[in-house]
């Protein structure tokens, strides 16, 4: 515990009142000191007893670098308290300090500025008495963490040379049902045949069949490459689960399995937002379909007949809009169903 700005001037107050006491008599010394003291004596009392705050964060959906995010975190207790809580390098925005009477919530904007795991909090909380004189820093312990994936870039020719599928249409779907004509419909799916019998129109719903195809790719990097490294290996695995392609990867922190779908892609995503420089199993580097290195200043790309350089396989940068990995998980979407990509230039 320890006296605030405020509380310094308080004590400041009660010195220059005991001096001039020894000038002027006690009855200065009773007309300020005094009624100071007592204050400040009722600050240490109030803080001393007040239960500490309890902190609780909610944690932020995870993104790409450039999507803004927003921190939320309550501070629960009693009184006043002096809230601060700085973003770790590589997320930008303000910091917050402020003083407010508890429990309040606080919403703190981030930018996701590069590739990473973020521990966020705890905040740095000072609990102080309703006159501001004293206050006592309190030891929160809550945090949480911020996941930032890889930057994913547009790859020049989609099905890179053949290894990636294009991306299935309907006629190469199986027939699932017929169900009655809604206006958007393609005319071309309509079944005449079957309509020809009813009063409306019938059109065919197709399934999507599911390929076995497996993708095998292995990421390396040395020192000073890891970032460029996630980057390719993310734009790979990334266009290879858009082809509906399973996809399996390793990476100097981990190796994730054979798996396709919303629910795998954050999980690659993941994996390539926290891997460092590093190298991976002569195995996996050996049994791989393509195999990424990142070196400090360029990546190559290993394909199954040919050594690219990863800039002259892509045009531009692939942004996924408010994250459309993860909330496609959730809501059911394929990977064929998400519409929150877009170009840009690099």
Same mark, same amino acid.
């Given at each position: ?59 932020? *959906? ?165 970032? *460029? ?44 937002? *926290? ?31 040919? *050594? ?39």
């Amino acid at each position: 515990m320890r006296p605030t700005t405020r509380g310094w001037g308080a004590l400041a107050v009660v010195v220059a009142a005991v001096v001039l006491a020894w000038s002027f008599g006690e009855r200065s010394l009773n007309a300020v000191a005094a009624p100071t003291l007592a204050a400040l004596a009722v600050a240490v009392v109030s803080v001393y007893r007040a239960d500490p705050p309890a902190v609780d964060f909610e944690e932020p *959906r995870a993104g790409f670098p450039g999507e803004e995010r927003t921190l939320s975190f309550r501070v629960e207790g009693d009184g006043l308290a002096r809230v601060r809580h700085a973003l770790p390098d590589g997320l930008t925005d303000r910091a917050i300090d402020a003083t407010a009477s508890l429990p309040r919530s606080f919403e703190q904007p981030v930018t996701l500025a590069a590739r990473g795991v973020y521990e966020l909090g705890p905040p740095e909380v000072s609990q102080r008495d309703p006159l501001g004189l004293v206050e006592r820093r309190v030891a929160a312990d809550a945090s949480t963490r911020l996941v930032v994936y890889p930057q994913v870039y547009a790859l020049a020719d989609p099905t890179l040379g053949g290894i990636l599928a294009d991306p299935m249409t309907a006629e190469r779907q199986e027939f699932d049902r017929l169900r009655e004509y809604v206006p958007g419909d393609p005319l071309r799916n309509v079944h005449w045949k079957s309509s020809a019998k009813q009063d409306d129109f019938l059109v065919m719903e197709f399934s999507p069949t599911q390929r076995s195809e497996t993708l095998r790719v292995a990421a390396t990097a040395e020192s000073g490459g890891a970032d *460029r490294m996630a980057g390719a290996a993310a734009t790979l695995a990334d266009a290879a689960l858009e082809a509906e392609l399973t996809v399996e990867l390793w990476a100097p922190d981990g190796h994730l399995p054979p798996g396709s779908g919303e629910a795998h892609r954050e999980n690659a995503m993941r994996l390539l937002a *926290r891997t460092g420089h590093g190298d991976v199993d002569e195995a996996a580097r050996a049994g791989a379909d393509i195999v990424v290195t990142g070196e400090s200043d360029a990546v190559n790309v290993r394909l199954p007949e040919d *050594r690219r350089s990863f800039d002259s396989l892509v045009t531009g940068r692939k942004r996924r809009t408010d994250s459309a990995i993860g909330r496609a998980a959730t809501t059911g979407q394929t990977s064929g169903e998400t519409q929150h990509d877009r170009e840009v230039a690099p």
